[in-house]
């Protein structure tokens, strides 16, 4: 089945060491997302990559970087966690086509990120 | 883009009662998003409404879009324990595609 795919499902590290977390798609969507979210919050949206555009949003810490090698791949580095950024990420994706309408987003199962 | 109220926060029901949850927004939207997110789990994307007036049925739940494209609201009849979890709207204002997520509504179903 084509899906979403985040790897890995629980990640521990301490403070101010460098993580990556992973995302793939085989659902070949040209709009990858990585969203942030903390319990009992709404996802916030980090930043996305339309094709190989990539968008930040204005309130995204700069600890905060993305890589899109590919189509199916998509990377969050976190160059100095902390323990503010303790949360579950959630990578989703999305066919669009053109900008003005929207399309469903595909979540991954996400990545539970613990600080300590 | 500006998030959308969504109220109420939580709704506890017993099995077999009806549950609605509210989005209003100050301006103008685009399109409406519905998405439902399971304890532990991610958001799963429900529906789309993009016509003003616009009402969708999917069994047991009933989307609306008010005609001003500023409101929309999702209802459950009949609630039953696979309905438990938070539901949240994701508004897409318009000339953008990225929705923008309410802060959802928990529900809690008491069998």
């Known amino acids: 089945d084509a899906m979403v795919i985040q790897n890995p499902r629980y990640q521990v590290t301490q403070f101010g060491k460098p993580v990556t977390l992973s995302c793939s798609q085989t659902?070949?969507?040209?709009?990858m997302y990585w969203y942030q979210q903390k319990s009992s919050q709404a996802p916030k949206l980090l930043f996305h990559?339309?094709?190989?555009?990539?968008?930040n949003e204005a309130d995204t810490p700069d600890n905060f970087q993305s890589r899109r090698p590919n189509t199916s791949f998509c990377f969050l580095d976190i160059r100095s966690p902390g323990l503010g950024d303790a949360a579950m990420y959630l990578c989703?994706?999305?066919?669009?086509?053109?900008?003005?309408?929207?399309?469903?987003?595909?979540f991954g199962p996400g990545t539970r990120l613990t600080v300590t | 883009g500006q998030q959308v109220m969504q109220i109420p926060q939580y709704q506890h029901v017993q099995e077999g009662e009806d549950f609605t949850t509210y989005c209003n927004s100050s301006?103008?939207?685009?399109?409406i998003q519905w998405y439902k997110q399971r304890p532990g789990g991610h958001p799963v994307f429900l529906i789309q409404?993009?016509?003003?007036?616009e009402v969708k049925k999917q069994k047991r739940l009933t989307f609306q879009f008010g005609e001003a494209k500023k409101n929309s609201s999702l209802h459950i009849t009949a609630t039953q324990t696979t309905d438990v979890g938070t539901y949240f709207c994701?508004?897409?204002?318009?000339?953008?595609?990225?929705?923008?997520f309410g802060r959802g509504t928990s529900l809690i179903v008491h069998p």
């Open positions: 990559y339309y094709d190989k555009d990539f968008n």
């Open positions: 659902l070949n969507h040209n709009v």
């Open positions: 994701a508004e897409i204002s318009g000339g953008s595609y990225i929705p923008t």
């Open positions: 301006t103008t939207l685009s399109n």
């Open positions: 409404l993009v016509k003003s007036g």
């Open positions: 989703a994706t999305s066919r669009q086509i053109g900008q003005g309408t929207s399309y469903e987003q595909y």
